[in-house]
């Protein structure tokens, strides 16, 4: 166990709905970072906050937004969702704020299906 | 953008073997990580390795930035090392941070 939570696991929903997803960090930590795999684009960094802060963004679609509040729990929110946004939704925590520069623990992920 | 790939895309391994598992990048990179997700699909942070050499265990890693690849090493395997082995390069400029497509690694008892 990672001490990284996510939920919800399983997630089912139809195209055009809106859906969030949840995060809690390991205790102590600031960063939460999220990834999107799917078997078409593979693993895909989206996001990193650091204590409430974007840090950095990657391949995340308009559609697609996050937060990180001040207990320090993210949520990323997909909405209009299409048929291709089907995928495992990871999220991570590590300590600092120093992208990739020191180990990140992952949650068990939530997988996104879109009917 | 950056361009990571990773070779074998497959590998079968009787348990007990070694074996090496290659990621090459295109570009200059600031630092370079080595995942390993589980037949369960967990994800665990193996290394951080921008360059030089790492062991953990069974594990070791080498980065040769100027010649822009890492090795993965896998000793004496054990079928819990089965799974997919990604590595990812980060590159300062633009925050960009790219997986290379992955190694599936099967190792049979």
């Known amino acids: 166990d990672s001490g990284v939570t996510q939920t919800p696991k399983h997630l089912i929903t139809a195209t055009g709905q809106r859906v969030t997803l949840r995060c809690s960090p390991r205790?102590?930590?600031?960063?939460v970072y999220w990834y999107q795999q799917s078997l078409d684009q593979g693993l895909q960094f989206l996001i990193h906050?650091?204590?409430?802060?974007?840090?950095a963004k990657g391949n995340i679609l308009e559609r697609f937004s996050a937060q990180q509040f001040p207990d320090l729990h993210s949520e990323l929110n997909l909405s209009s969702l299409e048929l291709g946004d089907s995928a495992l939704y990871f999220c991570?925590?590590?300590?600092?704020?120093?992208?990739?520069?020191?180990?990140?623990?992952f949650g068990p992920g939530t997988r996104l299906l879109v009917l | 953008g950056i361009q990571v790939e990773q070779s074998p895309p497959d590998l079968i391994l009787q348990e007990g073997a070694n074996s090496t598992l290659r990621c090459n990048f295109s570009?200059?990179?600031?630092?370079l990580q080595w995942f390993h997700q589980n037949p369960w699909g967990q994800l665990i942070n193996l290394f951080y390795?921008?360059?030089g050499t790492k062991q953990n265990g069974r594990l070791s890693a080498t980065t040769v930035a100027t010649e822009r690849y890492s090795l993965l090493y896998i000793s004496s395997s054990q079928t819990t090392d089965s799974g997919v082995y990604f590595c990812?390069?980060?590159?300062?400029?633009?925050?960009?941070?790219?997986f290379g497509g992955g190694t599936r690694v099967l190792v049979k008892p």
């Open positions: 205790s102590g930590d600031l960063s």
């Open positions: 991570a925590s590590s300590v600092g704020g120093g992208m990739y520069q020191e180990t990140q623990y």
């Open positions: 570009d200059s990179v600031n630092n």
């Open positions: 390795i921008p360059s």
């Open positions: 906050y650091y204590n409430g802060e974007e840090r």
């Open positions: 990812a390069v980060f590159k300062a400029a633009g925050n960009k941070l790219t």
